[in-house]
């Protein structure tokens, strides 16, 4: 999809700090990052919500989530992980390219008072940088 910024970062057309590629699923640093190491994993074809995903594609994505779910604990010393996802305008989906959202999480984080900081392309590769050096 041409107007897809997902698309283009998948397809290294755009900028995007790589955490993880296989054949189905990428892995990359989320731009708006209201604490470090937060983690967009989504499909590598295009499918706008949830409901356009194969079963191949879901089963794909939530293994991929399993697994930097927990690189990001050991990496970030998170207490805990929000993993979200949105479908639709009423519900705050802003790309509509499928994409689950791995936030690390503190105690006391106040995380939504930092929701649109947009994150420098150089954190963002240290922080895929260390993410990529943790897996296994």
Same mark, same amino acid.
């Given at each position: 999809?041409?107007?897809?910024?997902?698309?283009?970062?998948?397809?290294?057309?755009?900028?995007?700090?790589?955490? %993880?590629? /296989?054949? $189905?699923?990428?892995?990359?640093?989320?731009?708006? #990052?209201?604490?470090?190491?937060?983690?967009?994993?989504? !499909?590598?074809?295009?499918? !706008?919500?949830? %409901? /356009?995903?194969?079963?191949? $594609?879901?089963?794909?994505?939530? $293994?991929?989530?399993?697994?930097?779910?927990?690189?990001?604990?050991?990496?970030?010393?998170?207490?805990?992980?929000?993993?979200? #996802?949105?479908?639709?305008?009423?519900? @705050? #989906?802003?790309?509509?390219?499928?994409?689950?959202?791995?936030? !690390?999480?503190?105690?006391? /984080? @106040?995380?939504?008072? &930092? &929701? @649109?900081?947009?994150?420098?392309?150089?954190?963002?590769? &240290?922080?895929?940088?260390?993410?990529?050096?943790?897996? !296994?």
């Amino acid at each position: 999809m041409t107007d897809c910024i997902f698309c283009k970062i998948i397809a290294k057309e755009a900028a995007g700090s790589f955490v %993880y590629e /296989d054949e $189905q699923v990428v892995a990359f640093m989320d731009i708006n #990052q209201p604490n470090p190491y937060k983690v967009l994993v989504v !499909p590598r074809v295009h499918a !706008p919500m949830i %409901y /356009d995903l194969t079963d191949e $594609q879901a089963a794909a994505i939530m $293994q991929v989530a399993v697994k930097l779910s927990r690189v990001i604990r050991e990496v970030s010393k998170c207490e805990g992980m929000s993993v979200f #996802q949105s479908n639709g305008r009423v519900a @705050n #989906q802003e790309v509509f390219h499928f994409h689950l959202h791995l936030l !690390p999480r503190h105690e006391n /984080d @106040n995380h939504a008072s &930092r &929701r @649109n900081t947009i994150t420098d392309r150089a954190t963002l590769d &240290r922080l895929a940088a260390d993410l990529r050096a943790a897996l !296994p």
